[in-house]
């Protein structure tokens, strides 16, 4: 039994870095599991089963059949009354068959388990579950899918869904999906990989009006087995994928999915959706059992990966059409230029690139004097450059703006008029560091399109998708400047609850600065430790200091500006009173003990913390304070350990207002504060039993940060 | 001389509310100007005259005689080399013919006035300028266009541009444009002003690819006559058109553009597009001589007067496939519902949708019995609604939820799969309150749409789409429901420079509440005001009063928390040391006077303002004080006078976490709140010569929002 041989020996799904793929070590002894087969059966079998096959036109049985219906190897329908479907005989059992590589279930999910009984018995090697009822639908049918999953594992059986419409292979001609349009999608070298079956659907087709053929588009379903890790494992080697599309819900194992998106973005360029900036939750668990997690954790993550995160499919769709075509050497600066033929879209292409944070940089004079040769007077020649209505020109000012030693990539907005241009003459020469938008009747553009994309030049269909694809390529030329350290192992841990004096110091042993402060475990040695720290002057804060006292501020257990022993003891006082712990009984407790502090100079206030994502593991935060924190404003998240070249793109993440200090707030010091991330980053991660850092505020001071507050939450 | 009769008399662009629509008074004695012609002559002429109509087909004369080619009147080429050009004698002079309505002119600027002036002798009534090069590329270009418009002006001629590409009215045949393909163009019903003729281009070609036919698409260029206000009144009362787009660059007459799209909203919908996200002033001015002014405002204005404002073209052409068919009442509230043959996908546009605030709200038991009724179980059956592969009992579910009393209007998102659902046949009946989104292969998408919107269903192109259509709905059906105050003239001046306790005696004349305080004129005085205000322990801030000093805490003259005479000594040290305004040399100043304040509680700190856009006049702000206000978060901007709905929709604008009070803090007294806005809005209204009103902060109180500060800047 051997798979499709494919035309082309370099155009191959099977994973080359799966050991396992070559399929199970036995398949008689029921002793140990088999390995599991690699993922060449399910997607590019030689035979396939459609259990479930229906005569009736409206059934996904019969959808199923149509879809298949190019296939060229052999497809036999399944269903226990026989006869024949579509012209082709039916099978009343999948135990008839011996030659089948992957198994199509088009069945309800209480039929699933004995279906795929029957698989297994008759060898086969993959299978696809297209119902929906299962983990999603609530505990009975999270025990069904869980049944499926077991039979499966024990055979080998490699499972697709279930709660899936499918996949399509296009290249292959294995359309497995429930709708027969998927027979005639274009062959292409773009890949997608998405949570739902029928965003998988919707993005091949946006991908088809957008000019563009697919390579592989998965819909993974509620991925009891094969999940985005070993499909992203799969198109990183896949030589026939120039570039990835992911659509994600929820993520189960985020290392996993960080450590393949790595490998893949290294090779190709990825492009990734992910649902749930609203509160969706409530319907997306209904829908793929996946809990949508934390929105800005799994973007975070993903773009940390390499991917280009965009915000809407149609976003998606403009981005797999830029980098599929255009991928620049990895850069922390990209340089845009834009060349228009009219200076309306030009200006809104501009403003949409403008509001990205992407700037146009000025060109050379050596390219201005080059265009003020070429062009005529009056239009505007920086960059942008505006040609006014193109002139037989129009190729040599390309060639001057794409040679500025300041550009790397070019983007290109001209209608369409054949009279005054030649798209494929005038951008050929620039082709891998151009993209092209343009506007007029439907049927031409798409023939200039095609024309344009065997020369390697990817058509956008306007000013905004334009300034989405050069956006793309910009973000995937940087993400993967930034290298990141690679994931760590806890190596200790804290072992019981830090007080703040304790959470400080160990802070301070990673590099954090902390104001000067005093421990007092009485009276006496408070009036001491304020005598000691108020000789310059300054005023000092008395604090509560018991790890059981987490908000010390909302229970009188925070006082600033004491400089005199007076207000000390009325400090004091405030403090002895507060109940000891979240237990014991209010009323003055003998234990107390107090943390005097020198107080800081002024400054922004900044939020530095640290929590165990249950997806991701280890993320660092870093937000404004007050007021700004309240209001909703994303912090900037990144997964921990951080290498020194993130703690410091992380940094430069804040609002520049704040990086360069506003109303005569001193600036930040990056290095410094960098040091500060990488510190609580490092806690989190070499500690296992630390859950969460919280270091609020963190003062930007002329002399640095200095972390005035320091939570370490450790587990029971 | 008479223009093209239309076969439907109701299609007619003629402005009924113009009464000069009939031409000049008199054409013979030049002693008056004549009154300007209406715009039929430009947009429906009986005749055009190509001016500068060329044989060469590279260039734009060619192109644009091509353009014409389907004009069913008289289309004369002009160039004085004469002979023939496509098939058309050539006349060597415009003052050759005597029956041209409109005369297009594809000639270099210099000719222009010239041209106008063979024009206006030949009795030509409306001409478009299609050159570039004019106020738009410095003076002398501007001297250039000042005596086109001249010649034009005293001629009666209706003149276009200059710098336009022109405009196209498929329905009458008229594409006047340089892009030949225009005269392709698929009549519809949505009209186009666009501030550049390529932006004009390339929507009306977007929308083309959207399936929408095209009414009348007009570039606007320069607008030295023919400017957005008239155009706008045209398409208002054209029977013809249903929806408008607007491409908007820099408003000349704010006014003038709000009180026409008020009129243009109240009869139909208008999406509005602005540029200038981020700075493109320089690129922009080179482009059309146009100012972008304040995104901000113009944004507010525009969604003020009733238009729907989208940030991309894209979305502007989402919305337009969307409110072409679907307009709702004016409503408050606006109940979505959202139908799904596919979970993926109406997950996607349920995040959308609440990205943009708008939530789905639950359907009624009696509709969600229904519905357990239709569908299987397990599919998700609130709202959204997902049905699974769609049933044939489709039709059955979409009228459950269209008819839930909570739902006002309809998304429907389902993949075309023709044996499952057809969606004419399940849509039609909910016609009017439904928008559907698909996805297949492009060429049935097509045919779908087609059949849809011969039943009054539009059809967008993905979810994100359809989202984009939905909100669209909302904020037109929205928008209208708040009524504005009708403009007013200043009737008064305040004369001269107010000092702080003026300005808030003058604006607790209009409602505003401040502190309690004293003037004091002297040390002694201060003294008395500080034992008065200080009687109930309260705590006083003591300010320098005088009106030419403006910043008074940068320069010392702001003491808080003072409650002793030692304290309040030293604070009137500090402020007799600031020099006296801006002129006085330093040094103590013996006609130094003061103002003290009770200190109020504590609470949100919000800053309200007024100021005089150049553009759309006066303007009321309403931001978030302190660090939000750095951090470049967007004040909530509305036009002046403030209706008692406005104001209270302004306030209702602020994150709701203000509104509600966080951390703490009192919440917003919303009636109370929108008092201060009207009275800063009727203040800078009222008084002609009031530049800017500065409220900084206003503090949100249990007792309501005070006033900590005032300024009122009046001119010199």
Chains 1, 2 share one sequence.
Do not use: W
């Amino acid at each position: 039994m051997t798979t499709v041989p494919s035309a082309d020996a370099r155009t191959t799904l099977a994973p080359a870095t799966r050991p396992a793929a070559t399929g199970p070590a036995s398949t008689t002894g029921p002793a140990a599991p088999p390995a599991p087969y690699g993922l060449d059966p399910l997607f590019r079998p030689a035979s396939i089963a459609v259990v479930g096959a229906s005569a009736q036109p409206d059934k996904a049985g019969h959808a199923m059949l149509q879809a298949l219906r190019r296939f060229p190897g052999a497809l036999h329908p399944v269903n226990p009354r026989g006869g024949e479907i579509l012209g082709r005989p039916v099978l009343t059992s999948l135990r008839e068959s011996s030659d089948v590589d992957l198994a199509v279930l088009v069945v309800p999910p209480v039929a699933v388990p004995a279906a795929l009984e029957d698989a297994a018995a008759a060898g086969v090697r993959a299978a696809v579950v297209c119902a929906g009822g299962f983990a999603e639908s609530g505990p009975q049918g999270a025990a069904v899918q869980e049944r499926a999953a077991s039979v499966a594992r024990e055979a080998g059986i490699r499972l697709l869904g279930p709660n899936t419409s499918g996949f399509m292979n296009p290249v292959d001609r294995v359309t497995a999906n429930f709708m027969p349009a998927v027979a005639d999608l274009t062959p292409g070298t773009v890949s997608i990989v998405a949570q739902s079956g029928g965003v998988n659907l919707t993005l091949a087709f946006l991908l088809a009006r957008a000019g563009v053929g697919l390579r592989l588009g998965v819909g993974l379903g509620n991925a009891v087995d094969v999940d985005f890790p070993e499909v992203l494992d799969l198109l990183a080697d896949d030589d026939a994928t120039t570039a990835v599309g992911l659509h994600v819900e929820g993520v189960g194992d985020g290392p996993a999915l960080v450590a393949a998106l790595r490998r893949t973005t290294a090779r190709k360029p990825v492009v990734a959706f992910k649902v749930g900036r609203s509160d969706v939750s409530e319907f997306a668990r209904s829908h793929t059992g996946a809990m949508i997690g934390s929105y800005g954790v799994t973007r975070a993550a993903l773009a940390q990966a390499g991917a280009v995160v965009v915000d809407s499919l149609e976003e998606l769709v403009a981005a797999l059409v830029a980098l599929r075509a255009v991928r620049l050497p990895v850069a922390t600066r990209v340089g845009v230029g834009l060349l228009t033929g009219q200076a309306g879209p030009g200006l809104v292409v501009t403003d949409a690139l403008g509001a990205r944070g992407i700037e146009l940089p000025p060109l050379t004079a050596a390219t201005q004097q080059r265009l003020t040769e070429l062009l005529p007077p009056l239009t505007f020649q920086r960059n942008p450059v505006d040609t006014g209505r193109p002139s037989p020109e129009f190729g040599q000012v390309l060639a001057a703006v794409a040679g500025d030693p300041g550009i790397d990539v070019l983007g290109v907005y001209a209608l369409d008029e054949p009279g005054a241009l030649d798209p494929v003459a005038a951008l050929g020469p620039a082709a891998g560091r151009v993209l092209f938008a343009t506007g007029g009747p439907q049927d031409a553009i798409e023939q200039r399109a095609a024309a344009l994309a065997d020369a390697g030049i990817p058509t956008l269909g306007g000013p905004g998708e334009l300034a989405t694809g050069l956006a793309a390529v910009v973000a995937d030329a940087r993400l993967r400047a930034v290298p990141d350290a690679p994931p760590a192992p806890a190596s200790r841990t804290v072992g019981r609850a830090l007080d703040e004096h304790e959470a400080k110091s160990l802070l301070e042993s990673l590099g954090v600065r902390c104001p000067a402060r005093r421990v007092a475990d009485d009276r006496a040695q408070a009036h001491a430790a304020l005598a000691d720290l108020t000789r310059d002057g300054v005023r000092v804060v008395v604090k509560v200091l018991d790890a059981a006292v987490t908000h010390k501020s909302d229970v009188g257990g925070v006082h600033v500006g004491v400089h005199d022993p007076v207000a000390l003891d009325r400090a004091l006082d405030a403090i002895d009173a507060i109940p000891s712990g979240t237990t014991a009984p209010a009323g003055a407790d003998a234990s107390r003990r107090y943390l005097l502090e020198e107080m800081a100079a002024p400054g922004t206030e900044l939020i530095v913390g640290a929590v165990r994502d249950p997806a991701f593991g280890p993320v660092v935060l870093l937000g404004l304070g007050g007021v700004a924190a309240e209001l909703g404003r994303e912090p900037v998240l990144r997964l921990a350990p951080l290498s020194p070249e993130r703690s410091e793109e992380m940094v430069r993440a804040l609002p520049s207002a704040v990086l360069a200090g506003f109303r005569g707030a001193p600036p930040v010091d990056i290095a410094a504060l960098a040091t500060v991330l990488r510190a609580v980053g490092d806690l989190i991660v070499d500690h296992g039993d630390v859950t969460e850092v919280d270091l609020n505020p963190v003062r930007v001071t002329p002399d640095g940060p200095l972390a005035l507050d320091a939570l370490v939450v450790t587990e029971p």
